[in-house]
């Protein structure tokens, strides 16, 4: 069956940068859409970036040019790489593909 797991969240200071890994088993991530989502206490959940079977990646305007996704397909892991971390960033984030999969979430807190 799909599994995906999450990890790589932390506590880290306002401006820093941390990398969340998504690491998949029960399917190839090279051949699905993987994306990246987070849930703060209080609001919905909601879409953060996302990379497609060919390569495309698109983000939140509110993390675009602070955030990367990325994958190795070797691995069959994806990543955000999250980069000048602001307080609002933090949240439960959680990895999810094709068929509506999600992994059970990493815990980003960024202190001011």
């Known amino acids: 069956q799909v599994q995906l797991v999450e990890s790589g969240g932390d506590l880290v200071q306002a401006g820093g940068s941390l990398r969340l890994s998504c690491a998949a088993s029960?399917?190839?991530?090279?051949?699905?859409?993987m994306g990246w989502y987070r849930q703060a206490p209080g609001k919905q959940r909601e879409w953060v970036a996302h990379?497609?079977?060919?390569?495309?990646?698109n983000y939140a305007f509110s993390v675009k040019g602070r955030f990367t996704i990325s994958r190795d397909n070797a691995k069959n892991t994806v990543y955000l790489q999250m980069n000048s971390l602001k307080p609002e960033d933090t949240a439960v984030y959680y990895c999810?593909?094709?068929?509506?999969?999600w992994g059970q979430g990493t815990q980003v807190t960024v202190s001011s």
């Open positions: 999810t593909t094709t068929g509506g999969y």
């Open positions: 029960g399917i190839i991530i090279s051949r699905n859409y």
């Open positions: 990379i497609t079977s060919d390569g495309s990646t």
